[in-house]
């Protein structure tokens, strides 16, 4: 067995062997991150505690934005502060998608080939300006996204556990860049957007980068095994019939107004989105006002009204208005 092989094996555990944290830890532990974060990160409480949620409830987070907004150093703090593997994959329009997962190499002494594991195999791997890319490269995600593992001439191999994609996209010079395909897109738990700064949180932005960056001293505040525990606590947040019924009107509904509306994956994500603020707000179920707080970002990249809008939020927003909480 190869080196590639040992550290594969080691790192395919699942949160299913862990011990649930009690709720109360878990919320400390999001707590804790957060405020580390915030060490670096200005003005972003929201968005930090949407990439825990992600995180936690075993998903991927793609944020979109200008540049020069913080998306890159956002994921890049939310790695630092959890003592993880992370990987950064800089998307070009000549990166190949061997370049993402590994490679295939022959070995010359032992007369085989070996398999060379490329960035994809992190607890966090940070794909910037994935819109850059070609669809084909794109598509290197696709299965590491969506079974945690990537096929290489033939041969499966287990990525580690726990992992998540943070990627983030570039809105701007849209004749520069390649469109995610829905297929992608829909693996994303969320989207997010950041926006600018308020002029207070720019002007303490400022001080805290006169020197020293910040991000350059943050250290790790959880482990590897909190985090499995962690999600272990979250998969155990009781989702009663009443609430699942909520999400499953929800997403008739957007099927019913949209060109495409919400997939049974989409709704899967939501609820495992909503267990997870369930736990943020220091609870062991899940109520309609979790599922109100997370659809947004959960729902809105995934539905395509027609008529050459490519927005989902306004379905969103008159699902939200239509369909009673029963």
């Keep these: 067995m190869t080196d590639a092989s040992h550290s594969e094996a080691d790192v395919a555990s699942t949160a299913e062997g862990f011990e649930p944290l009690p709720i109360d830890d878990a919320t400390g532990l999001v707590d804790r991150i957060t405020e580390n974060v915030e060490r670096v990160i200005v003005g972003q409480h929201d968005a930090i505690e949407h990439i825990l949620v992600s995180l936690l409830a075993r998903g991927h987070l793609l944020l979109e934005d ?43 002494k032992s007369r085989e080939f070996e398999f060379q594991p490329g ?12 819109n850059r890319a070609p669809p084909k490269t794109q598509a290197a995600l696709l299965e590491a996204m969506e079974e945690n593992q990537v096929t290489v001439d033939g041969d499966t191999h287990r990525l580690p556990s726990p992992f998540t994609v943070i990627a983030t996209q570039n809105d701007v010079e849209p004749n520069r860049t390649y469109e995610l395909p829905m297929a992608e897109i829909d693996r994303f738990m969320k989207k997010l957007r950041l ?26 505040v959880a482990s590897i095994p909190e985090i499995q525990r962690a999600r272990r606590t979250v998969t155990t947040v009781d989702v009663r019939e009443p609430v699942r019924s909520y999400v499953t009107r929800l997403a ?15 709704g899967i994500a939501l609820v495992r989105a909503s267990q997870a603020r369930a736990v943020l707000e220091g609870r062991d179920y899940v109520v309609p006002d979790d599922v109100q707080t997370e659809i947004r970002t959960v729902w809105n990249h995934r539905i395509r009204p027609g008529g050459g809008d490519d927005g989902g939020a306004a379905v969103v927003e008159r699902a939200l208005d239509t369909v009673p909480v029963e």
Excluded: W
Excluded at 67 to 94: N, Y
Excluded at 195 to 220: C, F, M, N, Q, W
Excluded at 253 to 266: C, D, I, K, Q
């Design 252 to 266: 008739a509904f957007t099927r019913e107004h949209a060109e495409l509306g919400v997939s049974p994956r989409g």
């Design 66 to 108: 200008v540049p020069g907004v913080g998306k890159t150093m956002l994921a890049r703090s939310i790695a630092t502060s959890i003592d993880c593997t992370f990987k950064r994959v800089q998307f070009t329009p000549d990166l190949l998608p061997s370049d993402v997962t590994g490679v295939n190499v022959f070995n010359q």
């Design 195 to 220: 926006g600018y700064p308020s002029e207070k949180d720019e002007t303490e932005l400022l001080g805290r980068v006169a020197g020293d960056h910040p991000i350059e001293s943050l250290e790790p």
């Design 119 to 130: 960035p994809v195999f992190a607890n966090v791997v940070l794909g910037d300006e994935i």
